[in-house]
Nanobody
Framework: VQLQASGGGLVQTGGSLRISCTAS????????MGWFRQAPGKEREFLAH????????LYSDSVQGRFYISRDKAKNTGYLQMNRLKPEDTAVYYC????????????WGQGTQVTVSS
């Protein structure tokens, strides 16, 4: 499975942005898709995941209630809707998928930059 993230950009504090992750290849083996981010000088942070078939979701405390993960199986695309953005949300956002790997993520997208201006 190959993942292509898109939709990042510059947004003002309090604004919203939706980023996408399109999967190609053997997508029927995807168990879940997750979103992560990494800010300069910080470790990669888990944000949310969604199970591909059932649509069950899980969020980190840092984005619960502001970010929403979804997927469109027909389009092989996952989304992360980000609302009430803050400058500390500035980071490179990565999508990842678990492909026949249980809870492990073994496919990663290239990342998309999200910058929130104050």
């Amino acid at each position: 499975v190959q993942l292509q993230a898109s939709g990042g950009g510059l947004v003002q504090t309090g604004g919203s942005l939706r980023i996408s992750c399109t999967a190609s290849g053997t997508t029927y083996y995807i168990f879940k898709m997750g979103w992560f981010r990494q800010a300069p000088g910080k470790e990669r942070e888990f944000l949310a995941h969604i199970t591909w078939t059932g649509g069950s979701t899980l969020y980190s405390d840092s984005v619960q209630g502001r970010f929403y993960i979804s997927r469109d199986k027909a389009k092989n695309t996952g989304y992360l809707q980000m609302n009430r953005l803050k400058p500390e949300d500035t980071a490179v956002y990565y999508c990842a998928a678990s492909v026949r790997a249980g809870n492990n993520y073994n496919a990663w997208g290239q990342g998309t930059q999200v910058t929130v201006s104050s």
